[in-house]
């Protein structure tokens, strides 16, 4: 790759753990407006708790970083942004008093990368919006404040925000990355930054456009399963019932469990991870047969769901210690399921899939 000098505009709980990765490989400036906020990251204090103070100042630097320097600096003055190639947009983006989005975020941000934006620079956006957002919206006001020609004098990129905020397992190196560009080449581009530096690999879609749709679907099937889930707790608190029960005897359904994927959201604390969903109802199917196809009577018994999970935590604890792909990983539990699952109807047993 060309010499990368990296720039992340807003250093809250996604863009300053972004920042402090990219820094391991690259020399970053942070910015933010905040200037008690870049103080104290300055001192190493991250107030998200997001970054332990012993990482932050491992990559710490008291001044701009130099050509090929690796380090992160944090900066609110925005004319310390010039001279960086590829900027890194982090703000949110909140709704306001009418619950519609408020770009205000967004729009500061683009006029303050459109300042000191160059010929040949890749502005890549990872704050939530809606599709055509990041095309047509803030790339004008990127044009209009630098004075430079979309898609022939800089660049744009998507790449969606999976930070889980307090998730210390599921950090953003260990989350797969959704990658956009607005060219073919820009795209490239954008795919290899982040596959440089994220563990768990990049998706690089057809457009932008797409990118910011998947992201959408991401934030509503979480937050629309939240809601359901919260309101189901209520009734049951309600009529006298024990939550923790009726979820656990929903995980016995699978018809219940394929259409209600939001049990992941309860069961996996939210995570960001994109395979997290797929792998948790893998798990638990998993272990439904698992559990079946041991003496412990037919599958979907609460002892025979305990024993396949048991299994099932077992070779994922295997697979994880050994550095497995997590892709490799759905394979393995895939074969695993389906040989339960033979295993199971050659037994004649009765399979709680089977009505």
């Known amino acids: 790759m060309e010499n990368i000098k990296l720039a992340v505009i807003g250093l809250g709980y996604v863009g300053l753990p972004l920042a402090r990765l990219f820094a391991t490989r690259y020399p970053v400036v942070g910015y933010d407006v905040k200037r008690e906020r870049v103080a104290a990251l300055m001192e190493g204090r991250d107030a998200t708790q997001e970054v332990s103070g012993e990482l932050l100042k491992s990559v710490l630097l008291p ?13 609110s003055d925005a004319e310390q942004l010039r001279g960086c190639n590829y900027y890194i947009v982090a703000v949110p983006t909140p709704v ?18 459109g300042k ?29 404040t630098s004075g430079l020609v979309f898609n022939r004098d800089f660049f744009a990129g998507y790449s969606p925000e999976r930070i889980n905020p307090g998730d210390k397992e599921h950090t953003v190196e ?4 959704v990658t956009s560009g607005s060219t073919p080449e820009a795209a490239e581009k954008v795919d290899t930054l982040y596959r440089s530096v994220i563990q768990a690999g990049t998706y690089p879609v057809s457009s932008i456009k797409v990118a910011e ?31 923790n029960k009726v979820y656990f005897l929903a995980y016995l359904n699978m018809g219940l469990l394929a259409a209600i ?45 305990i024993i396949g999970a048991l299994l099932m935590g077992v070779l994922n604890l295997g697979m994880s210690i050994m550095g497995i792909d997590q892709n490799i990983q759905k394979v393995v539990k895939g074969m695993v399921l389906l040989a339960a699952v033979i295993f199971d109807v050659v037994s004649k047993r009765k399979s709680f899939i089977v009505k």
Request: hydrophobic content about 40%; aromatic content about 6%; proline content about 5%.
């Open 116 to 144: 000191v934006l160059g010929r040949g620079d890749i502005v890549i956006y990872e704050s939530t919006v809606c599709p055509g957002i990041t095309e047509d919206e803030c790339v004008p006001i990127l044009e209009r």
């Open 213 to 243: 749709a998947a992201k959408v679907i991401e934030n509503s099937q979480r937050d629309i399963n939240i809601a359901f889930m919260n309101e189901l707790s209520k009734i049951f608190h309600l009529i006298g019932i024990d939550t």
């Open 174 to 177: 260990k989350i797969m990355k």
């Open 96 to 113: 306001d008093l009418h619950h519609s989005p408020d770009l205000t975020p967004l729009y500061s941000a683009s006029e303050t990368v």
């Open 63 to 75: 001044r701009l970083p130099e050509e090929g320097e690796t380090g992160l600096f944090c900066t």
């Open 261 to 305: 994927a939001g049990m992941v959201t309860m069961a996996r604390l939210n995570s960001s991870n994109p395979q997290a969903g797929t792998n948790f109802e893998m798990d638990a199917i998993g272990a439904c047969f698992i559990g079946g196809a041991s003496a412990y009577g037919g599958t979907g018994t609460v002892p025979g769901v």
